[in-house]
């Protein structure tokens, strides 16, 4: 099947690291996004794995293994105004929809 | 405009009824999708548009949903017959041409604020 995974919820002080998963179960994709949205508002890009390994973009890292089906997206130096959901999507092979997952929400406390 | 823009920005209706979505993409942007999502959820893809035409439109759930693009910029999702199970946030994104752009722009979809709609 054709399915992403993430944990719901999580919960950081200020200043800390966050590490958000994602599994899926899916043979053929252009790659891994990761996407932002916060309480009413819309999705924003934060950033894209074509190939495996570690991508930086500034206080957020993003990281693709297509070997083992797994992605995750690291939040460091954690700030208020990131408390928000957070999504991973592929774009499968012979199409350009993205394919979310359920999100996971993070909870950023003082 | 700067960004994807979509009005209303908030609909309520009755089971029923007859809605138009519109959907104002990023100028430049020759791709164009829908997608709906509910409370909890991810977005989910609704349909694609490439240009003018529809290039995927395999995530309309049914034929009460229905969505144009006529002149390749605007779009309107249009839902016949509204159920109160068609209540979630309808969102609307742009981007560059698949493979005409890098890796990044071409993988980047912006989207738009959403229009919530609310089935009574």
């Known amino acids: 099947g054709q399915s992403l995974e993430q944990p719901s919820e999580v919960t950081a002080v200020e200043g800390a690291i966050v590490q958000i998963n994602c599994t899926y179960q899916?043979?053929?994709?252009?790659?891994l996004s990761w996407y932002q949205q916060h309480d009413g508002g819309a999705p924003t890009f934060l950033s894209y794995?074509?190939?495996?390994g570690l991508e930086e973009t500034g206080r957020f890292s993003s990281f693709l293994s297509r070997s083992d089906s797994y992605g995750y997206l690291l939040l460091q130096e954690l700030q208020m105004k990131d408390s928000a959901s957070y999504f991973c999507?592929?774009?499968?092979?012979?199409?350009?929809?993205?394919?979310f997952g359920k999100g996971n929400q993070v909870v950023v406390i003082p | 405009g700067a960004g994807v823009s979509q009005t209303p920005s908030n609909k309520v209706t009755e089971k029923g009824k007859y809605v138009e979505l519109r959907c104002d993409p990023i100028?430049?942007?020759?791709?164009l999708y829908w997608y709906r999502q509910s409370l909890g959820q991810g977005p989910e893809f609704l349909i694609y548009?490439?240009?003018?035409?529809?290039?995927?439109d395999s995530g309309l759930p049914n034929d009460r949903f229905f969505a144009v693009r006529p002149e390749g910029s605007v779009s309107t999702l249009k839902i016949q017959r509204t159920e109160r199970g068609d209540s979630a946030v309808y969102l609307c994104?742009?981007?560059?041409?698949?493979?005409?752009?890098?890796?990044?722009?071409?993988?980047?979809?912006?989207f738009g604020p959403g229009t919530r709609l609310l089935v009574l």
């Open positions: 994104a742009s981007s560059f041409q698949p493979g005409l752009a890098g890796p990044i722009l071409q993988e980047t979809q912006y």
């Open positions: 899916t043979s053929g994709f252009y790659g």
């Open positions: 794995n074509a190939l495996d």
């Open positions: 999507a592929v774009k499968y092979y012979g199409n350009n929809r993205l394919a």
């Open positions: 100028s430049g942007h020759t791709a």
């Open positions: 548009f490439q240009g003018t035409g529809a290039a995927d």
